[in-house]
């Protein structure tokens, strides 16, 4: 759906029922639509803002975040597609850390992840593939502050 569609899609969810949370993944280019964004921002309960550990996504996600905090939306960082044993990971959670609160956990560059999107899978729906425990600590880390579940 077009990001101008945005506020339709989200009243029409909102009154559907049994829906306890709703997320927007939103397309790269966010900053070419700063009236919806920020109006998505502001019906935001947390904006998860995942980035590369590389030094172009950093600075583009550190922009967006100053507008998410702007908005007052609580909000946090998420290092994806990681190479944990590479020295830009250190300094890419450094420097996020220096502009807002980060994620506990990340979504390590693993084989198993290509693989299993090329099947329509997640990868935690295949037993044994690796990176399965990336996502499913992330996801505690957004319920938990969406204070969702135990």
Do not use: Y
């Amino acid at each position: 759906m077009p990001l101008g569609e945005s506020d339709a899609a989200l009243a029409e969810a909102g009154t559907a029922e049994g829906l306890d949370i709703i997320i927007v993944d939103t397309p790269p280019g966010v900053e070419n639509h700063p009236t919806v964004m920020r109006a998505l921002i502001r019906r935001a309960d947390f904006v998860l803002m995942p980035t590369n550990q590389g030094g172009p996504d950093l600075d583009s996600v550190i922009e967006w975040a100053k507008l998410v905090k702007r908005e007052g939306s609580p909000s946090a960082f998420l290092l994806s597609r990681t190479k944990r044993t590479a020295r830009s990971f250190a300094e890419a959670k450094l420097r996020l850390s220096k502009h807002g609160r980060l994620c506990p956990f990340d979504i390590r560059d693993l084989e198993d992840i290509q693989r299993t999107h090329l099947n329509g899978l997640g990868v935690v729906e295949v037993r044994g593939a690796q990176g399965g425990d990336d996502f499913q600590g992330v996801w505690n880390f957004v319920a938990h502050e969406l204070g969702l579940g135990g």
